[in-house]
């Protein structure tokens, strides 16, 4: 058995811009492993905010046995974005062996188009307004927040797209009284969910206080290891796989977090087609799906994901799986 590690990058379509910073391209790690004449491949983009870089997640590729199946790998490298490369690697080579879709081989339904959030970059409230006018006839807007200045913001995206569903990203630059005084009023401005408003390990505030506007765990949700510790506070579970590490672990995730009650959101890092493939089989009724990071892309693989009205489709063989 054979692993390659490549580095990739992507145009942006334009600069993107959260709370943390700018960027105006997306790196990303390609990984294809090759068995018996035949490659399955699979994409990574390592986060800064988990200590990850592309130099250190290609070691830890590049660390693995020289032999290992999808299941041996789960015990070979943490949940992260090493894992899961490798592992939806894996599950393409599978299907390519078999001659099956991996939904088939997953034991799941055929899947089907899922409705995505569309990202709209942290700018001032005039020109958030301009680019939601722009995407009106999207269903689904997601206003990136955390800022002084976020009321504001989310009124001014609400006045370019009046019809549109909205959801907001604090990425955990909220306090649980910054919540408290904004929830009712984003309540009223039609927005449907918050992610992460209170920093991961700093968020035991929003344990059994009112929630007006649900709250969904991303950077406190990694892997099933993370459910205990969110009882109580948080509503919604932000699936990604280079959290969970793969396909294989973000559907016992999303397995188990139904069990518990909690709502689902599948959601990305922005990276090319080949890095949603996978998510697109979690996402199926999903409470929100947030799969737009082609769309923010200038250049993609091809036999690229087909967006359109209907929301995000499977993946072609070709692509993936």
Aim: glycine letters at 8%; hydrophobic letters at 40%; aromatic letters at 4%.
């Amino acid at each position: 058995m054979e692993i390659s590690v490549t580095r990739d990058t992507f145009r942006l379509a334009q600069v993107f811009t959260i709370s943390r910073g700018s960027r105006s391209e997306a790196k990303v790690l390609t990984v294809r492993i090759t068995d018996g004449g035949i490659t399955g491949w699979g994409e990574c983009v390592p986060y800064a905010r988990y200590d990850e870089t592309l130099d250190s997640v290609t070691a830890q590729i590049e660390g693995l046995p020289v032999r290992f199946d999808r299941h041996e790998l789960q015990g070979l490298l943490p949940a992260g974005a090493a894992r899961n490369a490798v592992d939806c690697a894996l599950w393409d080579l599978e299907a390519k062996r078999s001659g099956k879709r991996v939904w088939d081989l997953a034991g799941l339904s055929a899947p089907r188009p899922e409705i995505t959030a569309y990202t709209l970059s942290l700018d001032t409230p005039e020109k958030m307004q301009a680019e939601a006018a722009k995407h009106a006839h999207r269903p689904l807007l997601k206003i990136k927040l955390g800022t002084p200045d976020d009321m504001p913001r989310v009124e001014a995206v609400r006045a370019g797209a009046p019809k549109a569903r909205i959801i907001v990203d604090a990425n955990e630059g909220w306090s649980a009284e910054v919540y408290a005084d904004l929830a009712p009023h984003l309540v009223r401005l039609g927005v449907s969910l918050v992610e992460q408003p209170l920093p991961a390990g700093q968020d035991e505030a929003l344990r059994g206080i009112d929630r007006p506007l649900p709250v969904c765990a991303d950077e406190s949700c990694h892997d099933r290891n993370s459910l205990p510790g969110l009882a109580g506070k948080y509503d919604v579970v932000n699936i990604k796989l280079d959290k969970t590490g793969g396909l294989t672990e973000a559907l016992a995730l999303r397995e188990a977090a139904l069990a518990q009650g909690y709502k689902v959101m599948v959601g990305c890092m922005i990276g090319s087609s080949l890095a949603m493939a996978p998510a697109v089989l979690v996402a199926q009724g999903a409470l929100v799906t947030d799969l737009d990071g082609p769309l923010l892309l200038a250049e993609d693989r091809d036999n690229a994901l087909t967006f359109d009205e209907a929301g995000v489709h499977p993946p072609e063989a070709a692509l993936w799986g």
